[in-house]
C-alpha cells in the first residue's frame, strides 16, 4: 500500500496550504472511507490500520491511536458498500461526515485515555465540525470519480 504512504506524505506537505480558517480535510481518513465503500469494510480496515501507522508516524501523534479511529471508522462507513446504495449522489458525503465525526471522537477518546488533555468543547467546535463538513465537501466533489472506480464484491 505505496498509495497510502504517498497520501500521508501528501497530507503533510501540500493539505495544509489548503485550509479555511486553520482548517483541512483529512486525506488519509477519506481514503479509507471511500475504500469502504467500493471494497468493503474488510479490505477498509486494512487500509485504515496502514494508513493510521503512517498518519501517527509523520504526526508524531500517539502510535496506534489513528490506527484504532480509522479502522473502526472503515467498520462504520463499510455499511455504505453497495453498489447501488453507494452510487447515490449524497451517500459518499455522508459517509464521510459521519466517518470524520466517528474518527474524531474515537482518536479523542484515545488520546484522552494515554493522557493528552484539551479542552472537548473548543475542539469540537473550532474543529471537529468545521473538517466534518469540509471532507463531506470534498467527497461530494470526489463522488463523480467514485463512482467510476471498480466495486469489489466482499462474501461474508
Known amino acids: 500500500m505505496p498509495a497510502l504512504g504517498a497520501?500521508?506524505?501528501?497530507?503533510?506537505?501540500?493539505?495544509?496550504?489548503l485550509a479555511?480558517?486553520?482548517v483541512y480535510p483529512d486525506l488519509i481518513l477519506l481514503l479509507v472511507i471511500a475504500r469502504s465503500l467500493?471494497?468493503?469494510?474488510?479490505?477498509a480496515v486494512v487500509w485504515g490500520f496502514t494508513g493510521g501507522l503512517w498518519m501517527d508516524i509523520l504526526s508524531g501523534g500517539a502510535i496506534g491511536a489513528s490506527s484504532l479511529a480509522l479502522m473502526t471508522t472503515a467498520l462504520v462507513t463499510g455499511v455504505g458498500?453497495?453498489?447501488?446504495f453507494r452510487r447515490h449522489l449524497f451517500v459518499p458525503s455522508i459517509a464521510a461526515l459521519s466517518g470524520t465525526l466517528v474518527f474524531s471522537l474515537v482518536y479523542?477518546?484515545?488520546l484522552n485515555i494515554v493522557?493528552?488533555?484539551?479542552q472537548p468543547n473548543l475542539l469540537v467546535?473550532?474543529?471537529?465540525?468545521?473538517?466534518?463538513?469540509y471532507n463531506a465537501a470534498?467527497?461530494?466533489?470526489?463522488?463523480p470519480l467514485l463512482n467510476r472506480l471498480p466495486e469489489k464484491t466482499e462474501y461474508a
Open 20 to 22: 479555511v480558517n486553520g
Open 138 to 143: 470534498v467527497m461530494l466533489l470526489a463522488t
Open 125 to 133: 467546535t473550532e474543529i471537529v465540525v468545521p473538517v466534518c463538513l
Open 108 to 110: 479523542l477518546a484515545i
Open 7 to 17: 497520501a500521508a506524505i501528501f497530507q503533510v506537505v501540500v493539505v495544509p496550504k
Open 115 to 118: 493522557g493528552f488533555r484539551f
Open 81 to 84: 458498500h453497495n453498489a447501488i
Open 38 to 43: 467500493l471494497a468493503g469494510r474488510n479490505d
